[in-house]
């Protein structure tokens, strides 16, 4: 049986929303939280959240109570999933249009042979793969793959996928979007946990080329451990009024409590010894900080990850595409690394990779 083919992160391509909303967000604050004390509790958390913007498909209202220019959110009077979904349909591939666009800047389109879609924050059919292929004039034997509802750990199961198919077919050149539109999602609920979550939530789409050809990111070896005793930590269901997301404060604690034991799994000690580069999905601060602790990394370790929260927030799926596309433009060394992202299940996936951009030059 001949070898399978190596599979390389060929280049990355990102956008966000026009709409900065972080701050909007946070304003909106006091129009949802009555309780003057859990007011005061989740202003002071946010404020240590490390992150100074997040993008959103809504812009700022100019006059009247609502949140935004379009009245999704107004106080008592939120919008249902059906509004929710019908502004996903189009706000979802026309940025999803912009990255790929950026990806496939100067290439033939019709080499492309596979689309990947992965997102958790919509639902439509046709969706946001047949919308590319048509917006971008794909070819009409695309081979198309939709990776839906698996939050934020699904970039991993897409550039699996992608690996795969490059593997057994070497001319294969696979394009992986991960499209998100967290802040379609804010609930119209007090709880201070729920509001602490979605203020870590933003909008935004990453891109990636995943081919045969030597250079960029080299795709080492995957692996997925779920933690099944922790599996209610992190939930994501659908109600009348959005998509209710779980993320309990525990989550941190149980990443620490589990990751020694994950990572001789993905590398051996000498393997470890070598990596260069940690790419952590920065879930929040608490997340990365306890990523940090649990794996005994250097404080600048997790640098980029820290930086893709501070400027972008967490955009579930798309957000470790940010952090790798940082890296591919980063002034560092070639060499071996890790990036990791969590979510529901709990599930903790993992890619060793190894980054050879100079080696592409």
């Not at 972080?22 to 202003?43: N, S």
């Not at 009409?140 to 793959?145: F, G, I, N, V, Y």
């Not at 990111?217 to 922790?230: G, I, K, M, S, Y």
Request: with cysteine; aromatic share 6%; proline share 6%.
């Amino acid at each position: 049986m001949p070898a399978s083919t190596q599979a390389f992160i060929s280049r990355i391509a990102t956008a966000v929303p026009p709409h900065d909303g972080h701050a909007l967000f946070v304003g909106f604050l006091p129009q949802l939280i009555h309780d003057p004390r859990h007011l005061k509790i989740v202003q002071r958390l946010a404020s240590r959240a490390q992150i100074a913007h997040r993008y959103s498909v809504l812009s700022a209202a100019t006059e009247g109570p609502a949140l935004d220019a379009d009245g999704f959110y107004q106080p008592g009077h939120f919008a249902t999933t059906a509004q929710r979904m019908r502004r996903y349909a189009v706000s979802a591939p026309a940025l999803a249009e912009q990255a790929v666009s950026q990806l496939l800047e100067g290439d033939d389109r019709q080499r492309i042979t596979h689309l990947i879609v992965a997102s958790c924050t919509g639902f439509a059919a046709p969706g946001v793969d047949l919308e590319l292929q048509t917006r971008l004039g794909l070819r009409s034997d695309l081979e198309r793959t939709v990776i839906g509802f698996m939050g934020c750990y699904a970039a991993f199961n897409a550039l699996k996928l992608a690996s795969a198919i490059v593997g057994a077919r070497p001319d294969a050149r696979v394009v992986v979007v991960c499209v998100e539109l967290c802040t379609l999602h804010l609930r119209d609920d007090p709880a201070p946990e729920k509001v602490l979550g979605f203020l870590q939530f933003a909008d935004g789409c990453g891109a990636a080329l995943v081919t045969a050809d030597p250079g960029g990111l080299r795709l080492d070896r995957f692996r997925c451990e779920v933690v099944t005793e922790a599996r209610d930590l992190i939930c994501w269901t659908i109600g009348d009024h959005g998509f209710d997301m779980v993320l309990s404060p525990d989550v941190p604690q149980a990443l620490g409590r589990v990751l020694p034991g994950v990572l001789p799994h993905l590398l051996s000690d000498e393997a470890r010894a070598g990596v260069r580069h940690w790419m952590i999905h920065p879930g929040g601060r608490s997340v990365l900080d306890a990523v940090e602790e649990a794996l005994a990394l250097e404080p600048q370790a997790l640098t980029l990850s820290r930086r893709v929260l501070h400027d972008f927030g967490n955009m579930s799926s798309a957000t470790i595409l940010f952090v790798l596309q940082s890296l591919l433009d980063a002034p560092v060394d070639d060499g071996p690394g890790v990036a990791m992202a969590f979510g529901p299940g709990l599930t903790v996936e993992s890619l060793q990779f190894t980054r050879m951009v100079r080696a592409a030059c």
